[in-house]
Every structure is written in C-alpha cells, then in structure tokens.
T-cell receptor, first 114, second 110 residues
Framework: EAQVTQNPRYLITVTGKKLTVTCSQNMNHEYMSWYRQDPGLGLRQIYYSMNVEVTDKGDVPEGYKVSRKEKRNFPLILESPSPNQTSLYFCASSRRQGIAETQYFGPGTRLLVL | GQNIDQPTEMTATEGAIVQINCTYQ??????LFWYQQHAGEAPTFLSY????GLEEKGRFSSFLSRSKGYSYLLLKELQMKDSASYLC???????????FGAGTRLAVHP
C-alpha cells in the first residue's frame, strides 16, 4: 500500500530534550516536506527536500533540522524543543515539486513540549 | 505577501448542498488544491484547478476564477461523514511549496 508513515504518533517531552520524528514514504517520491498545523493558522511549511541531499527552509524553520540521506526517509529533528513547538506535525511527499503534483500526507505526530 | 482566506466554520444539513469559498492573493499561481481533513487525521486530496471553470468529481465540484483570485468547493447530497475541515491551498509557483488557508470546519447535522 502506497503511504507516508510517521513515528511516533504522539509524544510528550520536556524543554531541551532532543527528539526526532521519523517520516518514510514507499512511493519513490522525490519531494518531501514537513508542516506544522496550529489552530487558526493552517499548515505552515517547516522544511522541504527536492531530492536526496537537497533540503531547504520553509516558512517556519527556526528550531528545526532535517536531513535527506535516503530518498524514502526525511526525519525532523528538534535539537532543543521549546513549548512553542507544541503542535501537530505532518510529513508529506509528492512525485516531484511542480504543477498539479498532489501531496500525500502522513498520519501526523502530535507533540507536547512541557 | 501571500494570503488565503476561507470561512472558519460552516454548518449544513444532511442531504443539502454547501459551498465553501476561498479567496487568495499570491505572487504567482500554478494551481489551487482542495484537501479534506477529518479531525486528528491527515489531509487527503480532493481536487485541483489550474484553469478557470468547474471541475466535477462525483458529489464534489471545485470552481476557479483566476482573474478574481477565487475558488469554491461545492459539496452535494451532504452526508454525515462529510463533517471535516476543508483546506484550500495555492501553489504560487517557484517557491517549492503550497500555501494553505486556515481551513473551513464543516459540521453536517441530521
């Protein structure tokens, strides 16, 4: 089954404790992206990757890191989480970035930083 | 700047028709997407418009007017399972991303 998976689905952590949220897709997609979703603000892009070893900042990259060592995986790293990073996070992928390319979303990771 | 506006909440009756509007102001335009998102779940693709006019797909239709920066999603024969948030998103072109509106939460009641 074609899908985007994320782990963990739910996470409670404390300020400053490094964490990684994994994202994997099995569709051989080139483009992958991380979003956060907050009430009233919609989905905002954190980082994106056009292909292996090609990543770039989105609209809200502060406090986050990513890597793309393999085509299928795109982990999101919070080196020192803070309470304002409490949010619902989605990973998404598409064949490539371009006209009419539908993005497929993972199930989401709900993060609470105390 | 880049901006997408849609109503925050709407209610409708089972079996009825509802229209969810979206207006956008973006630096460029490579197409507009509608996604459906049930509470606590991932957004799923509904429709894509890049040319003016109406695209019909079963009970769902989406309309685009590029000159007016306007789109709507039309849902017919509403069912309870249509209760969800509907996200309007624009590809502004050249930015390697979609710009999302905050979403419209639709409640369908019997």
């Amino acid at each position: 089954e074609a899908q985007v998976t994320q782990n963990p689905r739910y996470l409670i952590t404390v300020t400053g404790k490094k964490l990684t949220v994994t994202c994997s897709q099995n569709m051989n997609h080139e483009y992958m992206s991380w979003y956060r979703q907050d009430p009233g603000l919609g989905l905002r892009q954190i980082y994106y990757s056009m292909n292996v070893e090609v990543t770039d900042k989105g609209d809200v990259p502060e406090g986050y890191k990513v890597s793309r060592k393999e085509k299928r995986n795109f982990p999101l790293i919070l080196e020192s989480p803070s309470p304002n990073q409490t949010s619902l996070y989605f990973c998404a992928s598409s064949r490539r970035q371009g006209i009419a390319e539908t993005q497929y979303f993972g199930p989401g990771t709900r993060l609470l930083v105390l | 700047g880049q901006n997408i506006d849609q109503p925050t909440e709407m209610t409708a009756t089972e079996g009825a028709i509802v229209q969810i509007n979206c207006t956008y102001q973006t630096s460029g335009f490579n197409g507009l997407f509608w996604y459906q998102q049930h509470a606590g779940e991932a957004p799923t693709f509904l429709s894509y418009n890049v040319l003016d006019g109406l695209e019909e797909k079963g009970r769902f239709s989406s309309f685009l007017s590029r000159s007016k920066g306007y789109s709507y999603l039309l849902l017919k024969e509403l069912q309870m399972k249509d209760s969800a948030s509907y996200l309007c998103a624009v590809d502004p072109g050249g930015y390697n991303k979609l710009i999302f509106g905050a979403g419209t939460r639709l409640a369908v009641h019997p």
